[in-house]
Antibody
Framework: QVQLVESGGGLAKPGGSLRLSCAAS????????MSWIRQAPGKGLEWVSY????????DYADSVKGRFTISRDNAKSSLYLQMNSLRAEDTAVYYC??????????????WGQGTLVTVSS | SYELTQPPSVSVSPGQTARITCSGD??????AYWYQQRPGQAPVLVIYKDTERPSGIPERFSGSSSGTTVTLTISGVQAEDEADYYCQSADNSDTDVIFGGGTRLTVL
């Protein structure tokens, strides 16, 4: 079955860095756009970034632009999110999600179980 | 900035029908999607393209659209349907993904 498993979350200091990974299985990873979506504690969902199937196109939410970088390795069926210059407001559960269409609106199915990123001194 | 507006909470008794609305100016031109998030779990897609139900989602979940409002209807609500529900769409310019604020469905 289709499965997405995130890893790499943890505690980071303000200004620090973390790299999240998402391992995909059960589908042809290279056929799909992929996204990262986050959820701050007790809050709603916020889309973070997407990457096209061949890595040609990426986009970012204004809140992370210039600090976060999305990438993928189709040979390893893996998605990544490099997070630099972390801020307290980046504290959230980060989900990777398969994007079902490249056209707007992007939509997501399925989602991984999430990995918690905490930014605190 | 563009927003999708949902009621913060909806409460129904078991067996009744729950309706959760989502309003946004771009909804007449953009499809809407609905996700269910049970406590401590990841979101799950329950409705796509306004009215379509993914395989594996119970038939009691349905979606509809009218003008600037889309509605998620859960008929014959069960205790397991207690969750947060998020609508999602896009605006007509440069925002490809936007989520509503979420609605907590409480089964009394």
């Amino acid at each position: 079955q289709v499965q997405l498993v995130e890893s790499g979350g943890g505690l980071a200091k303000p200004g620090g860095s973390l790299r999240l990974s998402c391992a995909a299985s059960g589908f042809t990873f290279s056929d799909y756009y992929m996204s990262w979506i986050r959820q701050a504690p007790g809050k709603g969902l916020e889309w973070v970034s997407y990457i096209s199937s061949g890595s040609s196109y990426t986009d970012y939410a204004d809140s992370v632009k210039g600090r976060f970088t999305i990438s993928r390795d189709n040979a390893k069926s893996s998605l990544y999110l490099q997070m630099n210059s972390l801020r307290a407001e980046d504290t959230a559960v980060y989900y990777c999600a398969r994007q079902m269409e490249s056209a707007t609106p992007h939509w997501f199915d399925p989602w991984g179980q999430g990995t918690l990123v905490t930014v605190s001194s | 900035s563009y927003e999708l507006t949902q009621p913060p909470s909806v409460s129904v008794s078991p067996g009744q029908t729950a309706r959760i609305t989502c309003s946004g100016d771009s909804l007449p031109k953009q499809y809407a999607y609905w996700y269910q998030q049970r406590p401590g779990q990841a979101p799950v897609l329950v409705i796509y393209k306004d009215t379509e139900r993914p395989s594996g989602i119970p038939e009691r979940f349905s979606g509809s659209s009218s003008g600037t409002t889309v509605t998620l209807t859960i008929s014959g609500v069960q205790a397991e349907d207690e969750a947060d529900y998020y609508c999602q769409s896009a605006d007509n310019s440069d925002t490809d993904v936007i989520f509503g604020g979420g609605t907590r469905l409480t089964v009394l």
